[in-house]
C-alpha cells in the first residue's frame, strides 16, 4: 500500500519516545524478553504516539532488542494514523487488508506474526499483555499460531509500570488536563441547577471540557458521571433525561484530557440546603483528604498514604471499603483512565517518587448520604503539585 | 454486600430482553453449549440493559440453559449500576471486591468461575467470546482453570448475529439517534468555518448530539472524526487546536447515540469553493449510493448490495477496495458502533432481512481528492428506512 504525505501530530519529541522505549527494552533485558507486542491502546501510545481510535481491530506496536525503532500494524486504513501520529520511518508502519475483519479464517494477528517471522524473530522469546484491554484470546491463538518456534510469556503491565513515573514534559500535559478539568468541573457547579435536564448539563460539561480555554483545546475525556439522589450508588450509569429536582445531591467525576492523558476531579454538589449527615460526612471526608495529601511524598508507600486518610475518617466514626485512588496518566476508553499499577489500597508497599500521578478518589457511602470528592496530584521532591485544586468542600447551591 | 434501593432504568421492558435471551439460548442449544459467559460490553447491554462503563475491570453476563434468568457478576461496586439499569433478580447480581483488582493472583474471573461451580455448572460446555474486546487471555485462563470440570467452546458472535435483527422497539430506539445524528451534522455544518478553532467545532458538535432535542437526550457517542485537508486520509484521529483555513475539504464522520444504539452520518464540508476534481469524486460516490439503496431489501445479499456500488462508480472511473459499510447497533467505545457480522464487503452473503440495520460507508480516496458519505439504513418489507437523511451532496460553504 502506497502511503501518502504526512505531517507528524505527535506530542512530544522524538527523543522522548526513544527514552521510553529505551527503559521498556531495559525492563524486557532484565526479564529476559526479547519482543514485546503490545496491545493496550494507552501502552501504545505511550512507546509511539499513536493515538487514533481503532483499536476496535486487531493492532499491536512491536518492541524488539534487535529492533532500532518499534512497528506498528494494524488494518491498512490506520496506516495514514499511524503515519501522522507517530514518529515512525514509515517502512515500520505495517498494516493488513480488510479481508482479515470478520473472517472466520483470517485474523489481523496473523500479519503481526508474519512480521516476527519476516525479521528473523520467529524463535525469540515474546511478550504480550495477557490482561490488558484488546488482545483477544482468539487474537492471542493466531499470534502463537503464526510464531510456531517462539517462545511466550505474560508481560502484562511491563510497559505500565515504566508509564507509572511521568516525564517532565508528560507532567506539562498532565498541567494542561489539569487545567481541562477545572474548566470542566466550574461548568458543571454553574449548570448544574434545579429544572435542567442531565443531558443539558453533561452536553456543557463536554462542551467545556473540549473547547477548553483560549490556548489549548481538549480531547474526548471518558464519559463524566454525574448521579444525583437515590442514583447516587451508581459509579458508572449515564446521565438521563430528567431535570435536576429542586433538593438533591449530584456527584460529579469527570477528566480532563489532553493527547489521552486524563486528570480526575470529582465533587459532590448539593442543590438546596445540605442535610446535617451529609456535611458531617463531607468534612470528615475532606479532612482525611487533607491527612492524605501530608504523606504524599517520595519514599511514603501506597499503603501509608490510604493509611493516613483510613485513620483519619474513622475518627469521625466512618470506614471506607473500596481503593483511595490509583496511578493515573493515559487512558483509552478501553481501559478508563487507570494505570493499573500503584493502587492506593491496604498492602499497596509501591514506593512513591517524584513524577507518578495519583488519582485520589474518596467515594464516600454512609448509610444516608453519599459523598464524591477526588483530585488527581503529581509527586514533587518535596512533596506534591495538585493538578486540579478545586474547592476543597461540600458544593452547596442552596 | 447488600444492595440499595433501585429505580429500573433499563431502555427495553422486560419483556424484551426475555426474547432476546429465549433467542440465544436457542442458538446455545443449536450448537450445544449449556452455559454462555457473555464479555463484550455490547451483549451484555443487549442480554441485561446493563450500560455502565465499567468494562475496565472484569464483568460478565452468564446465560445458562438450566437457568430461568442471566447472572450479572462484576466488581463489588457496579452491583449498584446492574440494579438500576437491569430488570434482573437481585439474587442475579453479584460482585467481587476491589482486593480482585491489580493483584497478581486473583482475578475477577475467578468469582465467574465460582458462581459457575455453586450453581452446578462445572462440568458444562461453556461458550466465551474469544474475539470480543474485553476477555483478555489472562481472564479467559482464570476462568478455565477455575472450573476445571467444564468444556470450552468459543462462541463469539453467537450474541451479536441475534442483535443483527431489531425489533421494532430497538428500530424506534434507533430513530431517536438518527435524529442525534442529524443534529450534530447540521451543527457541524454550521460551526465549520475558516479560523474556527477544530477543538471549538467539535466542543459545539458533543454538545448538539447530547443535549439533543427538547424532547430526547443523547449519550456519550463514540468520538467523532473531523479531519480537514491533508488530513483528511486519516480516519481515527482526534481533532486539534488548530483553526481550519479558508479553503479546505473537512470529512466529518459522527454517530447519534440514544441509550448506547449508535446511528452513524458522514459527509464532506468544503470550506471555499470545490474544485473539480472533488466534485465529481462526490457525485459519482452520490450515484452509487443511490445504486446502493436500490438493491436493499429483503432477499439481497451483502455481496449484492456492495456490488451495486462499486458497479456504479466504476462507470465514473473510480474503484473501491475497503468494504462499504456494515451491521450497526448497539455499541460502547470498546468496539466502536460496529457488530461485528454482516458486512458489506465482495462475498458476504448475508442475506438482508426486515429490522437489519446497516452503516453505509463511502470513504473513497482519488489522487487528489477524499470524500466521506455515510448514512444508516433499516431494511424495511419493502426496502428501507433512512434513519438520518442528510442533504446527500458535498456540502459547499462558500
Redesign the interface.
Known amino acids: 500500500m502506497s502511503l501518502?504525505?504526512r505531517?507528524i501530530?505527535a506530542p512530544f519529541p522524538k527523543a522522548e519516545y526513544e527514552s521510553r522505549v529505551d527503559r521498556v527494552k531495559g525492563r524486557m533485558e532484565a526479564r529476559g524478553i526479547d519482543v514485546l507486542v503490545s496491545t493496550e491502546p494507552a501502552n501504545i501510545a505511550y512507546l509511539t504516539g499513536y493515538?487514533?481510535?481503532?483499536?476496535?481491530t486487531p493492532q499491536a506496536v512491536v518492541v524488539a532488542l534487535d529492533l532500532d525503532e518499534p512497528l506498528w500494524i494494524g488494518r491498512?486504513?490506520?496506516m495514514?494514523?499511524a503515519?501522522?501520529?507517530t514518529h515512525l520511518d514509515e517502512r515500520s508502519i505495517l498494516g493488513y487488508?480488510?479481508?482479515h475483519?470478520?473472517d472466520v479464517d483470517r485474523?489481523g494477528m496473523d500479519c503481526v506474526a508474519g512480521q516476527l517471522v519476516a525479521r528473523g524473530l520467529g524463535a525469540a522469546r515474546i511478550g504480550?499483555e495477557?490482561?490488558?484491554?484488546?488482545?483477544?484470546?482468539?487474537?492471542?491463538?493466531h499470534l502463537r499460531a503464526g510464531v510456531p518456534g517462539a517462545s511466550f510469556v505474560?508481560a502484562?503491565l511491563l510497559v505500565n509500570w515504566v508509564r507509572t513515573v511521568k516525564s517532565p514534559a508528560e507532567i506539562d500535559v498532565m498541567r494542561d488536563a489539569g487545567r481541562l478539568a477545572l474548566t470542566g468541573m466550574r461548568t458543571a457547579v454553574e449548570v448544574i441547577a434545579p429544572g435542567v435536564?442531565?443531558?443539558?448539563a453533561?452536553?456543557?460539561i463536554?462542551?467545556?471540557?473540549?473547547?477548553?480555554t483560549g490556548?489549548?483545546?481538549?480531547?474526548?475525556p471518558?464519559?463524566p458521571?454525574m448521579p444525583s439522589g437515590?442514583?447516587t450508588?451508581?459509579?458508572?450509569?449515564?446521565?438521563?433525561?430528567a431535570p435536576y429536582p429542586s433538593e438533591t445531591a449530584v456527584n460529579i467525576e469527570l477528566g480532563g484530557c489532553r493527547h489521552q492523558y486524563h486528570v480526575g476531579l470529582s465533587r459532590t454538589v448539593h442543590l438546596g440546603p445540605a442535610p446535617e449527615p451529609l456535611r458531617r460526612l463531607a468534612g470528615a471526608t475532606v479532612a482525611g483528604f487533607h491527612a492524605m495529601l501530608e504523606r504524599v511524598e517520595p519514599g511514603a508507600t501506597c499503603d501509608e498514604v490510604q493509611g493516613a486518610f483510613r485513620a483519619e475518617v474513622a475518627r469521625h466514626g466512618y470506614e471506607k471499603?473500596?481503593?483511595c485512588g490509583?496511578s493515573i496518566g493515559l487512558g483509552f476508553?478501553?481501559?478508563?483512565w487507570?494505570e493499573?499499577?500503584a493502587?492506593l489500597?491496604e498492602g499497596d508497599r509501591t514506593v512513591l517518587e517524584p513524577n507518578m500521578t495519583f488519582h485520589l478518589v474518596l467515594?464516600m457511602w454512609a448509610a444516608e448520604s453519599g459523598f464524591m470528592f477526588s483530585e488527581t496530584v503529581a509527586v514533587t521532591e518535596g512533596g506534591f503539585e495538585a493538578l486540579a485544586p478545586f474547592e476543597r468542600e461540600l458544593v452547596v447551591k442552596a
Open positions: 501518502p504525505d505531517t501530530q493515538d487514533a481510535w481503532s483499536w476496535y491498512e486504513q490506520d495514514a494514523c503515519l501522522w501520529a487488508s480488510d479481508d475483519i470478520t485474523h504480550t495477557d490482561d490488558g484491554i484488546c488482545l483477544t484470546p482468539r487474537g492471542a491463538r505474560d502484562d435536564r442531565e443531558c443539558d453533561a452536553a456543557e463536554y462542551r467545556a471540557l473540549i473547547a477548553g490556548d489549548i483545546g481538549g480531547d474526548a471518558w464519559r458521571t437515590a442514583k450508588v451508581t459509579p458508572h450509569l449515564s446521565w438521563t433525561d471499603t473500596s481503593r490509583y476508553p478501553t481501559g478508563a487507570v493499573r499499577t493502587s489500597m467515594g
